[in-house]
């Protein structure tokens, strides 16, 4: 089955720096890739939608300029968190969708992020 | 407002012991989907129904349109299919419009 990337799966750094996050599409084009924040014990929740070549889709109450999104290529999306703090401290996962779309769902890994 | 609900939210079973897991929707879909989450945060997808019954290897899906439903069973269960299991609902009559999903249900098989 087609297979996604997230790169780093952890990843520690202090507060007020910025973090980039990974997301590729090893052995199809994803078009369309989904970012998703996890909360402990809390359901997926969508932070935005992007596609490639166009700016990003945020969810309402998702800060565009902290949560930084860019999908350059058909297989590649970025997650970069900005200035972060503490309370960015979470489990990002993103999932892509290729073309045709069948409606398969392909996610990634999973980055685990602390703030210090 | 458009809703998933699983049951239940949490799941003991002991090897080899039949287990079924519940999700239940508000509104019409176009698809279904059952994911499996694993203790490292990885997720993987199970199964994408939009009506019937589909099987693989010891899972099995089924979905009741008209009584909005759906169950994940697991047949011979078995300590590494402890994990979180989401339901995911697309809402609506289109393949791009938006996933809602349930809380999981987290199960637990001892050996």
């Known amino acids: 089955g087609a297979v996604v990337s997230q790169h780093p799966s952890r990843v520690i750094c202090k507060s007020g720096t910025s973090v980039k996050i990974e997301c590729r599409s090893l052995?199809?084009?994803?078009?369309?890739m989904f970012w998703y924040r996890q909360f402990p014990k809390q359901s997926l929740m969508l932070m935005a939608t992007?596609?490639?070549?166009?700016?990003?889709?945020?969810e309402q109450g998702v800060e565009k300029d902290k949560f930084l999104i860019n999908h350059a290529s058909l297989t590649l999306s970025t997650l970069t968190v900005t200035s972060a703090h503490p309370e960015d401290s979470s489990f990002y996962i993103c999932?892509?969708?290729?073309?045709?779309?069948?409606?398969?769902?392909?996610f990634g890994e999973g980055s685990r992020l602390t703030v210090l | 407002k458009n809703e998933v609900e699983q049951s239940p939210q949490n799941l003991t079973a002991q090897e080899g012991e039949f287990i079924t897991i519940n999700c239940s929707y508000s509104?019409?879909?176009?698809?279904l989907h059952w994911l499996q989450q694993h203790p490292g945060g990885g997720i993987v997808s199970l199964f994408m129904?939009?009506?019937g019954k589909k099987k693989h290897g010891r899972l099995i899906a089924t979905i009741n349109i008209q009584e909005k439903h759906s169950s994940l069973h697991i047949t011979a269960s078995h300590p590494r299919d402890s994990a979180v299991y989401i339901c995911?609902?697309?809402?609506?009559?289109?393949?791009?419009?938006?996933?809602?999903f349930g809380e999981g249900t987290q199960l637990t098989v001892n050996p």
């Open positions: 999932s892509a969708r290729g073309e045709p779309n069948t409606g398969e769902l392909f």
């Open positions: 052995d199809f084009q994803a078009t369309t």
């Open positions: 992007s596609n490639e070549g166009s700016k990003a889709t945020y």
């Open positions: 509104v019409g879909i176009s698809a």
């Open positions: 129904l939009s009506s």
């Open positions: 995911a609902v697309r809402f609506g009559w289109t393949s791009g419009s938006r996933l809602t």
